[in-house]
């Protein structure tokens, strides 16, 4: 086998794995009202995921090979708090040891108080990667740019792990049009995969 058909089946089956931990874990139907005030049956409460110990260097893994499919380099990456930070993190720790070795920051949804009145804690040095967890109308992500933006920080991509396609993602790339903006999953393949497990094949 060529070494690369080889790494591609390897990021096939963490990708798999880790859209597994997402239904499983994060999954959640019922009567819900979004951070965008929307309404909807099913809630993706991802931090029980990105938080979840045997799920974070799979997410390190899925985002570091969505800045390798894009062709961006960024050095650090970060979010909006809380939803990016476990994201960050795993991505940080995760490229010690596939390099190359990314900081990560920290946006802050309210200025710092104190001290160095800080809106963006940590490790920002451009380029930068804004991550987040789950993307329905694009706010999240939008405030993050926002941020970096004032902070004079470079953004080279937007990734995050699920798209619920409800038109968040096109809200971003009208911001960033010259940016990739990506996801790991998009909720039709959430959606696929729990049906194909409920009906047991």
Request: charged residues 25%; aromatic residues 6%; neutral net charge.
């Amino acid at each position: 086998m060529h070494p690369r058909s080889g790494r591609r089946i390897y990021a096939g089956v963490l990708h798999r794995d880790l859209a597994t931990i997402l239904v499983e874990r994060s999954y959640v139907e019922g009567d819900f009202v979004l951070a965008s005030g929307r309404r909807s049956n099913s809630y993706f409460d991802c931090k029980l995921t990105t938080c979840f110990a045997e799920a974070m260097p799979l997410i390190g893994a899925a985002f570091q090979g969505e800045f390798a499919r894009a062709g961006t380099r960024p050095r650090t990456v970060g979010g909006l708090t809380s939803g990016a930070d476990p994201i960050a993190q795993a991505i940080a720790y995760h490229s010690l040891v596939s390099g190359p070795v990314l900081d990560f920051f920290i946006v802050r949804k309210d200025r710092k108080g104190h001290g160095t009145r800080k809106w963006i804690e940590g490790c920002a040095e451009s380029p930068v990667a804004i991550v987040d967890d789950v993307v329905t109308s694009g706010g999240s992500v939008l405030r993050a740019i926002e941020r970096c933006l004032e902070e004079g920080l470079a953004i080279v991509h937007v990734a995050v792990l699920v798209d619920r396609e409800e038109g968040g993602m096109a809200a971003i790339r009208a911001v960033l049009p010259d940016v990739p903006v990506t996801a790991v999953f998009q909720r039709s393949q959430l959606d696929a995969l729990r049906a194909q497990q409920r009906g047991g094949g």
